[in-house]
Structures are given as structure tokens and as C-alpha cells.
């Protein structure tokens, strides 16, 4: 098998230990806080994501910013220069143009070098639950797979993972476009916490509504125990706006009712969280 290498734009999170090891690489972002252009690197290189929800947390004006097809060739080309294969995740082609801005470069640099490639996929997910993808990336490498072979694993299996969100600020929901500024209104006279689901397109959706914050994560834990296999174990990630409290204590109740899911809580990315704003929580994790 040819070598080849994983990376991840930082629109996913993936464990630490991953990068850490060498397994898979991240590819930067940048996002706008205030009219000035920040980079996200989830390192000590970019901007410090607990500063960022700081931000959040004050209702400073910000946007993200999709990676163009120059800026990923730039990226890449190195990489094919030196004879090395690229097979990177990229964010949901649903919420954002980065992938087809991706596949536009994958193109150009396939045309160009004959012995090596860049493959990038459409996660058609985001935050933790791109992790999960990620991490089945690292193990189909792992056991050997070719990059053609690891693609098409990964083309099937983004479809078996699952998200549900709790969103506490219907502002940030309204700035992205996703409810109204009317809805956005009588929500927060009546402390309405929507919860947010991926569709099988990649976008996403409001599937259920509830009064404040213990409703909502009863909500969570039904929609997960709903849609998973709770008889083997399974990855489960949660991602949090940096309110690891509210994340504790989601984690100990999908363990109460799941004695079997292996768990990572971190960080959730600021690519994400721009949009879904202060307390946010993503649960992600394998459907039946």
C-alpha cells in the first residue's frame, strides 16, 4: 500500500492524542470577530478558543469564512510536490462551500501530479461528529486500508453517525439565518431552547423545542437512546461551548443509560460555535 496522509479542517474535533500522535494533521480556518480576520489552528499557533467564547459570550459581531480553491492548493501542493497522498475530512458541504472549494483544488492538483493525490471528503457533518469520522480514518489506516479503500469506507459510514444540539441563544441561530428574528424574540421571552439535528444532507434542522435547560438535555438523552445501538460500545463525543459543567453532566447521564459508550468531551470549534453561540452542546455519535 502507498502512504498517504490524513488531515482535518478545524471545523471537526477530533481527541487530541490523535494529532498529538501523528495520526492526522489539521488544516486552519479563519473566522471575523469584531471586522478583524482571527485564525483558528486548535493550537497555541491561532487564536485561543476559550478567549473566543469569551467573545461569544459578550454578543461581539463575528462570521466565518470558507476556505477558497487557491488557498487549498496552496496548502496541499506541497505535499504532491514531495510524492505524498492527501485524504482530508472537510465541513459539511451543507453548511458551508470549503468542500467543493476543496474538490475544485483536488481537481486542479490531480491534473498536475501524476504520483500522488489529494482526496477530500465531504463529512457532511461538523464539531465532534466529524471526529468520529475522523477516527474511523485513523483505524482504516491503521488496518491497512489504500486511500481509494478508506475513502469509500468513509463515504459509507459518515451516513451512520447522528448529532443532536442544545442551543441556549437563539440570537446566534438568527445572525446564522437558521430561525427568524421573530421567532428569535417570543423564544427568548419564553426561554425556548431549540435542539438542533444534522440532516442526511448535511445541513441542519430544528427537530424539537423545550422550556430551559433540563427539559432539553431529558430531550437529548431520548433522541440519542432513540437512534444508537446501546449493546456495544460506540464513540460518543460532546462538544461543548466551553461550559464543560453542562458537558459532565450529559456525559454521566448517556453512561447511566449507556454503560457502554466511550466518551470525549472537549472544546467545541469556533467555526461551529460562532454559529450556535454561548452554552451550546453537540451530542454526536453511531446510529443503529
Same mark, same amino acid.
Given at each position: ?7 482535518m ?15 492526522i ?59 505524498q ?20 483544488? !483536488?481537481? =486542479? %492538483?490531480?491534473? &498536475? ?10 463529512? @457532511? *457533518? ?35 453517525t ?55 438535555i ?22 461543548h ?5 453542562? !458537558?459532565? =453532566? %450529559?456525559?454521566? &447521564? ?10 470525549? @468531551? *472537549? ?7 460562532v ?14
Open positions: 500500500m502507498k502512504d498517504y496522509l490524513l488531515f479542517d478545524v471545523s471537526g474535533d477530533v481527541d487530541k492524542r490523535f494529532v498529538d500522535q501523528g495520526k494533521s489539521l488544516v486552519p480556518m479563519e473566522f471575523v470577530i469584531d471586522g478583524e480576520v482571527k485564525l483558528y489552528t486548535d493550537d497555541d499557533k491561532g487564536m485561543d478558543p476559550v478567549e473566543f467564547y469569551e467573545f461569544v459570550k459578550k454578543k461581539v459581531p463575528m462570521s466565518t469564512t470558507q476556505i477558497s480553491p487557491s488557498k487549498w492548493a496552496e496548502y496541499f501542493e506541497p505535499y504532491l510536490q514531495a510524492g497522498s492527501v485524504l482530508c475530512l472537510c465541513l459539511s458541504s451543507g453548511l458551508s462551500n470549503s468542500y467543493n472549494s476543496a474538490a475544485a483544488a !483536488a481537481q =486542479e %492538483l490531480n491534473a &498536475k501530479y501524476q504520483d500522488a493525490k489529494f482526496v477530500p471528503v465531504d463529512s @457532511i *457533518r461538523a464539531t465532534g461528529i466529524t471526529g468520529i469520522i475522523a477516527e474511523r480514518m485513523i483505524l482504516n489506516k491503521d488496518n491497512g486500508m489504500s486511500i481509494d479503500e478508506n475513502f469509500a469506507d468513509l463515504e459509507q459510514f459518515k451516513h451512520k447522528l448529532a443532536c444540539a442544545y442551543v441556549d441563544d437563539l440570537d446566534s441561530l438568527k445572525r446564522g439565518g437558521r430561525i427568524s428574528r421573530t421567532v428569535a424574540f417570543f423564544g427568548g421571552l419564553m426561554d425556548i431552547k431549540p435542539l438542533i439535528q444534522f440532516n442526511a444532507d448535511g445541513t441542519l434542522s430544528v427537530w424539537g423545542k423545550q422550556r430551559g435547560y433540563k427539559k432539553s431529558a430531550n437529548m438523552i431520548e433522541y440519542y437512546l432513540d437512534k444508537t445501538d446501546t449493546e456495544h460500545v460506540q464513540k460518543v463525543y460532546i462538544t461551548a466551553n461550559d464543560v459543567n453542562y !458537558a459532565n =453532566e %450529559l456525559a454521566e &447521564k448517556i453512561k447511566e443509560v449507556n454503560p457502554n459508550a466511550d466518551i470525549t @468531551i *472537549r472544546l467545541l470549534s469556533p467555526i461551529i460555535g454559529h450556535l453561540g454561548p452554552s451550546a452542546m453537540v451530542l454526536g455519535f453511531v446510529g443503529k
